[in-house]
């Protein structure tokens, strides 16, 4: 599965957008200037989307890389 379809079944299964989860994890404190903070290990943002979203692994790894600058 390519990097865009990851995205895509997101958007699909959650109706938010890359930018729409950036916006969710600078509230809730996980991203400082964008990006993740030194101290918040990519982990902890996986629970988080997992729980609040249901999204696996890799689609909650898809969300954090754009958390790191792909897009």
């Known amino acids: 599965m390519s990097f865009q379809a990851y995205i895509d079944n997101i958007k699909t299964k959650t109706g938010k957008t890359p930018a ?3 916006k ?3 509230q809730k ?3 400082e200037k964008g990006k993740p903070k030194p101290t918040v290990k990519a982990g902890e943002i996986l629970k988080w989307l997992k729980e609040d ?3 696996g692994h890799g689609h909650g790894m898809a969300i954090y890389a754009t958390f790191k ?3």
């Open 69 to 71: 600058g792909m897009k």
């Open 53 to 55: 979203f249901d999204l």
């Open 29 to 31: 404190g996980f991203l």
């Open 24 to 26: 969710l994890a600078e």
């Open 20 to 22: 729409d989860f950036k």
